[in-house]
């Protein structure tokens, strides 16, 4: 099993930026980099929804509420995971998820808060 540790979160102001980073352990790299990743968030009373993703081969999707303000990187190397917050809105406000994933295999981070306020 993956074991996903997420950091970066905090309180932010609007159109302010944020870098969320999650990091892998149990496993070695070459394994690390046959994971599709993606983060997600849940809003309180709401359901987790889709972020963004990065594939394999580091093809990049997100949620339409996020593109152009958020980017998401990977590093096979450092096995870690990346999401570049920028001009951040009230509504981004959740707790942020990083996920690995592949064939008979869904991990979870423990999540991290992010609170967009004045």
């Known amino acids: 099993q993956v074991q996903l540790v997420e950091s970066g979160g905090g309180l932010v102001q609007p159109g302010g930026s944020l870098r969320l980073v999650c990091r892998a352990s149990r496993m070695i790299t070459s394994v690390f980099s046959g994971y599709d990743l993606g983060w997600y968030r849940q809003a309180p009373g709401k359901q987790r929804e889709l972020v963004a993703t990065?594939?394999?081969?580091?093809?990049?999707d997100y949620t339409d509420s996020v593109k152009g303000r958020f980017t998401i990187f990977r590093d096979n190397s450092r096995k870690t995971t990346t999401l570049q917050m920028n001009d951040v809105v009230a509504e981004d406000t959740a707790v942020y998820y990083c996920?690995?994933?592949?064939?008979?295999?869904?991990?979870w981070g423990q999540g991290t808060q992010v609170t967009v306020s004045a």
């Open positions: 990065i594939t394999t081969d580091f093809r990049k």
């Open positions: 996920n690995a994933r592949r064939a008979g295999s869904n991990d």
